[in-house]
């Protein structure tokens, strides 16, 4: 599951950086805990107990304390919630498709203009309200065809319904 580009890319966002990325597939893998997984991946104990509780900040790591008998000391048990993966990538793909399409929505039935000089890029109503100029340099705001921007957009929406679609098919 760790392999897949959708889940690596979400555990990336949540452990910062793609070398944290053993300690996940080592809790993953069924070790459980954080010493356990510092030996394991040769990552410094503190940096492993950071991400473990970014992890379960999350809510894709939980963990249960158990109470040594004879040191009094609590170990902490470590383990990878893959259900939560999955949830939070439909969630996330689902939202991310909602924007896409409200941005496309709001591609289509408008018509931009743009400041030659890079400032601004106004709807038709914004740049009637400043007389179609600038409102940064007061240059002429010029007419914009959209046409790229569309097709860019439901590009988008097709690979990300591809990736949403093949995602689930994989974990269901």
């Not at 959708?6 to 944290?20: F, G, R």
């Not at 805990?33 to 790591?61: C, F, H, P, Q, S």
């Not at 400043?130 to 007061?138: I, R």
């Not at 046409?147 to 590009?155: D, F, L, R, S, Y």
Request: proline share 3%.
């Amino acid at each position: 599951m760790i392999d897949d580009p959708l889940v690596k890319q979400l555990l990336i966002n949540v452990v910062e950086d793609e070398s944290n990325l053993p300690i996940v597939k080592a809790l993953n893998d069924g070790i459980e805990t954080d010493e356990e997984i510092a030996n394991e991946t040769g990552i410094k104990l503190n940096i492993v107990r950071k991400i473990l509780y970014r992890l379960y900040d999350m809510g894709i790591a939980s963990y249960k304390r158990s109470k040594d008998p004879e040191t009094q000391w609590f170990t902490y048990s470590w383990k990878f919630e893959s259900e939560e993966v999955i949830n939070r990538i439909n969630k996330d793909s689902e939202k991310y498709l909602e924007m896409l399409n409200e941005e496309l929505e709001r591609e289509e039935n408008n018509m931009f203009f743009v400041c030659p000089q890079g400032h601004v890029r106004l709807d038709f109503d914004e740049s009637s309200d400043y007389d179609f100029m600038c409102p940064a340099c007061g240059e002429e705001l010029e007419f914009q065809d959209n046409t790229q921007t569309i097709e860019q957009i439901k590009e988008d929406i097709k690979m990300v319904e591809s990736n949403f679609n093949s995602f689930n098919e994989k974990n269901k």
